[in-house]
Structure formats: C-alpha cells, structure tokens
C-alpha cells in the first residue's frame, strides 16, 4: 500500500507540471484509459538480436560530402555565383526551376538574369493568362536562351517568343526568332529622327521630358526587336541633336 501511495503522490506533483507523456491503450467503447509511463532513455538499449556493426569515420566523412546542400546554403551560393538578389534566389527555389536555371546559367552565364527572370516571372505570368507552358522542355529553353545569348533577338522578345511558341504547331523556333530578331539599328535612327521632327513642338516645348511619352512610340515598333535600353539612348540622343540646333 505504501508502494501505491508513493506512485500516486509522485505522479500527482507530475501532473502539477502538465500532462506527464503516457502509454495509454484503446477500450471497446472508443475510449483509452493509462497504461504505464512513456518510457524515456532509460528503456534504450542495442538490439540483442542483431550483431553491432562497425563504422568506419572515412564511411561517415563520405556520406558527410555526399549529403545535399541545405536550402539556405544553395540559395546563398546562387545569388553569389550569378549576381542575383537574395529574393530572386528564393524565388528561383521555389520556383522549382533551380535545377534547370544552374544548368543553363553554366552554360549562359552572360544572361543568367534574364534566365532567373524567365523563370520567376514571364512563365508565371504567362501561366495565370492561361497560356500553355508544360512543352517547354530544357532542350527548347536552350534553344531559346542559346539565341539570345548570340544576340539573335533582345530580352524583351521572350514572352512573346514563348507565347507564339506555345501557339505555334510544329514548335519551328527558327521561324518565330526571325519574326521577332532583331533589327538594323539604322533603321531605327531614321525611325527614331522621324518620331522627333515630326514632333518638334512637343519636343521644344518639353526638352528631355518628351522622352517618356515618345519612348512609347518607338517601343510600339520595336519591342522585342531592339534592347528598350539601346532605344532609350537612341531616342534621347536625338532629342538632344534637335535641341541643340
């Protein structure tokens, strides 16, 4: 009796602390009802069944080099190696694209931007309008990347590259980069100097504020075509020439 009353007094103080953990069986009506304490690390012992076996640490020290990197670790060696911001590296990983990207930006690493974009952004936001992306294998993103890298076609074509692709039957990308390469830049010049002369008022009027709202004309013909950078400097260059004349 005594023996009883210690067990009972001594899980009473337990109980003061919470709910002491427990091995509780199941009864017919559903129910569980206490069995005996969980056992902890003094019920831990080696199987006696099985004969103990011997691990060398050059064993341990190869699984060790084998073992993945850690999400963290893998991220933070992206955005160094590539050049991007920590959330892009994020993003990428949970794009579930990583693999894909570190084996293209090897291989384009001038463009690993545009193909961490590609893949955080212009397919996503392709995917919500409802556009088809799943034919985009690696071999096409390749392809894709591989012109672009050789200065085929600038990187704003891309989402319209993917998007006539994707509508695209036989999936000819020879075809579609050549609707979509890119252009002589003199042919842009006199564009561009046709844009401004035959707006001269605004232009005076404005100065180089005028470059906004006419950038939006000459990205109208060559979005795609031309780096929106190279047309900016185009345009404003020749804003200052009429201004300074």
Excluded at 97 to 120: G, Q
Excluded at 123 to 137: A, K, N, Q, V
């Amino acid at each position: 009796i005594k023996k009883g009353v210690e067990g009972v007094k001594y899980r009473a103080k337990q109980a003061l602390r919470g709910v002491p953990e427990e091995v509780r069986r199941a009864l017919p009506d559903d129910s569980t009802e206490y069995m005996r304490p969980l056992p902890g690390s003094a019920r831990m012992y080696p199987e006696t069944d099985i004969p103990p076996i011997r691990i060398s640490r050059e064993y341990i020290e190869r699984l060790r080099r084998d073992l993945p990197e850690y999400p963290e670790e893998r991220m933070e060696r992206i955005s160094k190696r590539y050049n991007l911001h920590a959330e892009q590296a994020k993003q990428l990983f949970n794009s579930g694209y990583l693999d894909i990207f570190e084996e293209l930006a090897s291989k384009f690493p001038r463009i690993a931007n545009v193909i961490a974009r590609t893949f955080t952004n212009t397919i996503p936001e392709l995917e919500r309008e409802g556009i088809d992306t799943s034919w985009l294998d690696l071999d096409m993103l390749e392809r894709i990347f591989s012109y672009l890298d050789k200065g085929r076609f600038s990187k704003e074509a891309i989402p319209d590259i993917i998007l006539a692709l994707s509508r695209s039957e036989d999936k000819d990308i020879d075809k579609v980069v050549e609707r979509f390469g890119k252009v002589d830049l003199e042919e842009v010049r006199e564009f561009v100097k046709q844009i401004v002369e035959e707006r001269m008022d605004f232009v005076r009027e404005r100065g180089l504020s005028a470059l906004g709202p006419l950038m939006g004309l000459v990205m109208e013909r060559y979005r795609g075509k031309v780096d929106g950078k190279v047309l900016s400097e185009i345009l404003r260059d020749e804003i200052r020439k009429k201004l300074s004349t």
